[in-house]
């Protein structure tokens, strides 16, 4: 359920940020030990006089609120942003407390007003972090104007230049901006990644499971060949023995009739075996063209183009049938028929070391403002304002090319993205390729079946 924008981010909606209290709480028990440590060393050993009740109390705060925690929550749970808000809100403040409490601006500690805004930016919302960077700079504003002063062992108040203090202050702003700006497109860019590889990994284990099962259909298909051809044989014999329009002539009639239709289901089954040990290796224009085939009937002409190059064999290849080559090349190709105005080419050309496959369509071409990030999960490939009057069902988030853009690398292709003409060009001055270009290069050794291949056999179902 949506909120108002105006009731703020404190009303939103609930939600997990993925972050664990166990987490923050060793980050917490961290930080108490370190500011026990400092004040035990600035009273002892630098004859610094500080409040030392108030003080042990800000870090005894923070120690009663971390014993709760553990005690009242289990290890596991996993907390809200509101709740993650709340935790890194007490760390701000009683952070800033102790720094109040120690001289401000004066003490170099506290530059550390800086971790929680972090931690934020990295994990949270950004209307989470924008609340959390502006109260960090009212704390470490507040505190620069208004705090007790260091004093040394013979009163005297330990002070730095104003010009210094204040050019602290600006650092520490600025840290803040920075930092939280940093670590946030970091992290954003990290899980844009993360889902955009689940997406790949789940693309292909689709595609194999899709393979695998078609080699168990194909097998399926091949074994119950023999019986039912039995089946059909007999019941033929047996029409031919019983009178016509006898209740035992119509049940053989029927026998036969159903031995048909389990034939034409496992005939059409059998066509998706594709994994059949048998056709583990294709011709490349037939790996090509099982790519294409889900995008052949769209309205959309596809004209495959297979020719040697320097060095190459008059006949094609035997290329392996791998499900992330198939997959790969299939997103290419629906990117290439979803853009294009009527056609659409899809080019091999194998030489002795290498083979090339190229996508051309006749559409507008990559804008030139995002040809450089072509293959970035999450980034519109094509101009957004017209394709979504075209074809208002697009998303265009760019992850069906890094998911191909993936895989194909993984099977040891190397792409390239570029335009065919340039797209600024009128109608009528183009070529007839003049739309985007996407060339995938093999070494022939990562995508060639091995030699001799052809004879194996398939196993045998054993019943």
């Known amino acids: 359920m949506q909120q108002d924008d105006s009731q703020g981010f404190l009303f939103a909606e609930a939600r997990s940020t993925g972050v664990r209290l166990r987490t923050l709480i060793q980050l917490r028990w961290m930080a108490i030990v370190g500011q026990l440590a400092a004040i035990a060393v600035a009273d002892r050993f630098l004859h610094l006089q500080l409040p030392l009740g108030l003080s042990f109390m800000a870090v005894g705060a923070s120690i009663i609120a971390n014993l709760v925690s553990v005690f009242v929550f289990p290890e596991n749970k996993r907390l809200t942003e509101f709740e993650t808000l709340l935790m890194l809100l007490f760390d701000l403040t009683q952070l800033s407390s102790l720094i109040y409490l120690s001289g401000g601006l004066t003490n170099p500690f506290a530059l550390l007003i800086l971790a929680p805004v972090t931690i934020s930016a990295s994990a949270l ?43 602290y202050w600006i650092a520490i702003i600025v840290g803040i901006l920075f930092l939280g700006l940093y670590s946030r497109r970091v992290a954003t860019e990290m899980r844009a990644m993360a889902d955009a590889l689940l997406a790949t990994q789940m693309a292909l284990a689709r595609e ?17 060949g023999t019986p039912l051809a039995t089946i059909k044989l007999v019941s033929g014999e047996l029409m031919e023995e019983l009178d016509e329009g006898s209740e035992l002539f119509d ?19 059998g066509r998706a075996g594709k994994d059949d040990l048998q056709l583990r290796q294709a ?18 002409t596809l004209v495959f183009n297979l020719q040697p190059g320097p060095g190459g064999a008059d006949r094609q290849p035997t290329v392996l049938r791998r499900p992330e080559i198939i997959h790969g090349l299939r997103n290419l190709i629906q990117n290439a028929v979803d853009f294009s105005r009527t056609t659409v080419w899809i080019d091999a050309e194998w030489a002795e070391r290498n083979i090339l496959v190229r996508i051309v369509d006749d559409g507008e071409g990559y804008p030139p403002n995002v ?34 853009k993936t895989l194909l690398e993984r099977s040891g292709a190397q792409l390239t993205f570029a335009n065919a003409s340039d797209p600024f060009l009128a109608p009528d ?23 001799g291949s052809t004879g194996a056999q398939n196993a045998r179902i054993e019943v």
């Open 208 to 224: 194999q499971k899709l393979t695998d099962l078609g080699g168990v259909v194909a097998a399926a298909a091949h074994e119950l």
């Open 371 to 404: 040809i450089g990030r072509i293959g970035d999960p999450f980034v519109r490939s094509r101009r957004s304002e017209q394709d979504l009057t075209k074809r208002p069902e697009y998303e265009g988030m760019g992850l069906g090319l890094f998911i191909a």
């Open 125 to 167: 919302g950004l209307r989470t972090t924008l609340f959390l960077g502006a109260m960090a700079v009212l704390f470490i504003s507040v505190t620069g104007f208004f705090n007790l002063p260091l004093r040394n062992a013979d009163g005297s108040v330990l002070e730095i230049p104003p010009i210094l203090e204040f050019g």
């Open 251 to 269: 049940d053989a009639r029927l026998i036969r009739e159903q031995a048909d239709r389990c034939r034409d289901i496992l005939r059409s089954m």
């Open 283 to 300: 011709p490349l224009g037939a790996v090509l063209r099982e790519a294409a085939e889900p995008h052949s009937a769209r309205g959309k």
């Open 429 to 451: 001055e183009r070529p007839e390729r003049c739309g985007a270009v996407i060339e995938a290069i093999w070494l022939a050794v990562d995508l060639l079946a091995p030699a």
